[in-house]
């Protein structure tokens, strides 16, 4: 993997996560870290649940989409835990 990718993957993360947040409204923001763990999580959680639906994007603002998408159901899932 080139240091290129892994740039690319870190911003697509910290895009993903941050917008992740700001829908979700998550009360204290996750910081730029945070954000980057969350997205490129999520960028996993939503290729796997959109893979299963049949559904795909492509190019980076498809990836930003995919991984956005999973960054909220991992959100949702955080808080659902924090609950419990």
């Given at each position: 993997?080139t240091l ?70 991992l959100i ?9």
């Amino acid at each position: 993997m080139t240091l290129e990718a892994i740039l690319i993957w870190i911003l697509i993360g910290a895009v993903a996560g941050w917008l992740a947040g700001v829908v979700m409204k998550s009360g204290r923001p996750y910081g730029l870290i945070g954000d980057i763990i969350i997205g490129i999580v999520g960028a996993f959680i939503g290729g796997w649940l959109l893979g299963m639906l049949g559904v795909a994007f492509g190019g980076i603002l498809g990836t930003i989409v995919t991984a956005f998408i999973g960054a909220v159901v991992l959100i949702f899932l955080i808080r659902l835990i924090k609950k419990a």
